[in-house]
């Protein structure tokens, strides 16, 4: 039932249509800063005016959407189910007033990009570089992780897109894939590690091992890098979703890790790792842009990839060698 009330003219207004835009950006700056008062410093408002706007939020949809404590507010679970539309919504005016924007000309607005850690330590400055000498109007947002931590940002809205290796069971059809290259990967534990100079996976499987990848995926049924050489999956595999964390219990401990061979050029040295010679050749890793279904790229954003392949394409022929060994292990798939 759709309720309806009178509005200032007489006229009927439904409930649906008395949410506001203004209201639906406070309840997102609301979760995002936990509090009124941080809330009304990103809006520029006044804590009145938030306490407000929320009040009206939560008259309009007829439920109760934050929970006021001491410590802060939270939102209820209504809250939770509007602030993923919300954050849609106001993700989708935004593109549209970039788009409006590129249309006169104009090249202001923000790029909110997600990429994995060794891609940010390897070719996002050049990239970056880049960018901002073409586009230097665009403020630039960037969130480090994988794909389990950018997934919920591109569901909501928050995220343009995600530069790094896909899920591996797919994606699904809320996102799209794009490829970008491949690159080798390489078995790495700590300098000294006693198995240091093994040649076969079979010898290693006994190790505790940690990724930051699932290689069983969605799919049990797939072929794993253990698998497809014929060894038994590790019985200890730890996963993680931060590649500090990776490198720290590489570090003081007997585990051993998957890296990109780029990773490995730049951070082997420097952090005490090294390669494990293995004969296998381990599976290459892929790495694509990430995005949100039915969502075009905008002109800021196909610069951004185009800057990235560039940053690969010309590196092969850098007169630095450390950017040449960066990249020997690394094919452009497009």
Same mark, same amino acid.
Not at 2 to 26: C, D, P, Y
Not at 140 to 166: H, K, T, V
Not at 173 to 198: G, I, M, Q, W
Not at 200 to 223: Q, R, Y
């Given at each position: ?138 403020? @630039? ?100 979703? %931060? ?34 010679? @293995? ?36 590196? %092969? ?18």
């Amino acid at each position: 039932m759709n309720v309806a009330t009178i509005g200032e003219h007489g006229s009927i207004v439904s409930q649906r249509e008395r949410m506001k835009l203004h209201q639906l950006r406070t309840l997102v700056a609301v979760a995002d800063a936990g509090g009124v008062r941080g809330a009304a410093r990103a809006l520029n408002a006044s804590p009145a005016a938030i306490t407000k706007s929320l009040r009206q939020l939560e008259e309009s949809v007829q439920m109760s959407l934050v929970l006021r404590t001491s410590s802060g507010v939270t939102l209820t679970e209504n809250g939770q189910a509007l602030l993923v539309h919300a954050r849609l919504m106001i993700g989708q005016m935004a593109r549209a007033q970039d788009a409006m924007n590129a249309l006169r000309g104009a090249t202001h607005g923000k790029l909110t990009v997600a990429v994995t850690p060794w891609i940010a330590m390897t070719f996002l400055a050049d990239t970056v570089t880049r960018f901002c000498a073409r586009m230097p109007d665009i403020q @630039l947002e960037f969130f480090e992780g994988l794909l389990s931590i950018a997934n919920p940002r591109l569901r909501d809205g928050s995220l343009d897109f995600f530069i790094g290796r896909p899920a591996p069971g797919g994606l699904g059809v809320e996102f799209h894939y794009r490829p970008l290259f491949s690159s080798t990967c390489a078995l790495v534990a700590r300098d000294n590690h006693p198995r240091a100079k093994c040649r076969s996976l079979a010898e290693l499987t006994d190790l505790d091992w940690v990724l930051t990848w699932d290689p069983i995926g969605d799919n049990p049924l797939a072929d794993t890098m253990f698998s497809l050489h014929g060894v038994p999956v590790p019985r200890n595999i730890h996963l993680t979703h %931060s590649l500090s964390i990776a490198i720290s219990l590489l570090k003081k401990t007997d585990m051993v890790s998957v890296f990109p061979w780029p990773l490995v050029e730049v951070s082997a040295a420097k952090e005490g790792l090294c390669a494990i010679p @293995l004969r296998e050749q381990l599976e290459d890793a892929m790495v694509g842009v990430v995005s949100r279904s039915g969502h075009p790229f905008n002109a800021a954003s196909e610069c951004f990839i185009e800057c990235l392949i560039e940053t690969i394409r010309d590196g %092969s022929s850098s007169t630095s060698p450390e950017t040449r060994n960066v990249l020997r292990s690394v094919e452009l798939l497009i």
